[in-house]
């Protein structure tokens, strides 16, 4: 049974004033925000930016706000969150140093997690274990060029976990925070063995990200469709038709 949401925190009410960009502080990239993000990983440099029009809508007052969402609003951002901030920079850091200057792969996986991030807050889930495989997901894609000649996910899920668990053992993450991720980065492409919650989560990031570049000529229905099909989470799926559906109707009108 799916969980009504008020006027207030559904997306299709949303106008497009509530989806912005704001420049990061350290490198200048313009950083896209919703409305109600408390913060967001600089798709670029990687860092930290807080949402300066952060508006939480009636989820600021309402005492129902954690039935609607799924979480309270305010206790995630009075959460202390220096200890998990910190784990995240140390995995950036070491994303960066396995992609040395692939911008590009760089950039993909700080836009998953940002995504995850959000899916996070309203599905649940171990933070540790979605954090860490957001930012590792694709680390074994040099290594798959270099062993095979290809960067097909298949060899990716074969490369990615030894590279992944390296990095983690030498960060400190216990052994099944270990197992969960790299089984996560094992699985990111095929699904065939792993459906926790933390595995739907950074599956659902993902797609929020590859969807227009894996389906740039999919009209209107047929992205609703596959939205349907691809997302394995309730936050997923409504921000992927906030993204890609409701987003289309002024230019396809």
């Given at each position: 049974?799916?969980?009504?949401?008020?006027p207030?925190?559904?997306?299709?009410?949303?106008?497009?004033?509530?989806?912005?960009?704001?420049?990061?502080?350290?490198?200048?990239?313009l950083?896209?925000?919703?409305?109600?993000?408390?913060?967001?990983?600089?798709?670029?440099?990687?860092?930290?930016?807080?949402?300066?029009?952060?508006n939480?809508?009636?989820a600021?007052?309402?005492?129902?706000?954690?039935?609607?969402?799924?979480?309270?609003?305010?206790?995630?951002?009075?959460?202390?969150?220096?200890?998990?901030?910190?784990?995240?920079?140390?995995?950036?850091?070491?994303?960066?140093?396995?992609f040395?200057?692939?911008?590009?792969?760089?950039s993909h996986?700080?836009?998953?997690?940002?995504?995850?991030?959000?899916?996070?807050?309203?599905?649940?889930?171990?933070?540790?274990?979605?954090?860490?495989?957001?930012?590792?997901?694709?680390?074994?894609?040099?290594?798959?060029?270099?062993?095979?000649?290809?960067?097909?996910?298949?060899?990716?899920?074969?490369?990615?976990?030894?590279?992944?668990?390296?990095?983690?053992?030498?960060?400190?993450?216990?052994?099944?925070?270990?197992?969960?991720?790299?089984?996560?980065?094992?699985?990111?492409?095929?699904?065939?063995?792993i459906?926790?919650?933390?595995?739907?989560?950074?599956?659902?990031?993902?797609?929020?990200?590859?969807?227009?570049?894996?389906?740039?000529?999919?009209?209107?229905?047929?992205?609703?469709?596959?939205?349907?099909?691809?997302?394995?989470?309730?936050?997923?799926?409504?921000?992927?038709?906030a993204?890609?559906?409701?987003?289309?109707?002024?230019?396809?009108?």
């Open positions: 049974m799916s969980r009504t949401i008020c207030g925190q559904d997306t299709m009410f949303w106008t497009p004033g509530d989806v912005y960009e704001i420049p990061c502080a350290n490198c200048g990239e950083v896209e925000f919703f409305k109600d993000d408390a913060k967001r990983r600089c798709h670029r440099c990687g860092q930290l930016l807080r949402n300066p029009k952060l939480l809508g009636c600021q007052w309402c005492e129902h706000a954690k039935e609607c969402l799924g979480y309270d609003p305010k206790e995630k951002m009075a959460q202390a969150d220096t200890a998990e901030e910190a784990l995240v920079d140390r995995l950036i850091a070491n994303m960066k140093t396995v040395g200057s692939d911008q590009r792969r760089i996986a700080l836009s998953v997690l940002n995504w995850a991030r959000r899916i996070l807050a309203a599905e649940g889930g171990d933070p540790r274990v979605v954090l860490a495989a957001a930012v590792l997901h694709d680390v074994g894609i040099h290594a798959a060029e270099k062993k095979h000649g290809s960067s097909a996910g298949r060899f990716q899920e074969l490369e990615g976990p030894p590279i992944a668990e390296s990095i983690m053992v030498q960060l400190g993450l216990d052994r099944a925070t270990i197992d969960h991720v790299t089984k996560i980065i094992a699985n990111h492409h095929s699904a065939r063995e459906d926790t919650t933390e595995f739907r989560i950074v599956w659902d990031a993902d797609w929020l990200v590859n969807l227009p570049e894996e389906f740039p000529e999919k009209d209107r229905d047929s992205l609703a469709k596959l939205i349907g099909k691809l997302f394995k989470t309730r936050t997923g799926r409504d921000l992927a038709e993204l890609y559906i409701n987003n289309t109707k002024g230019q396809e009108e």
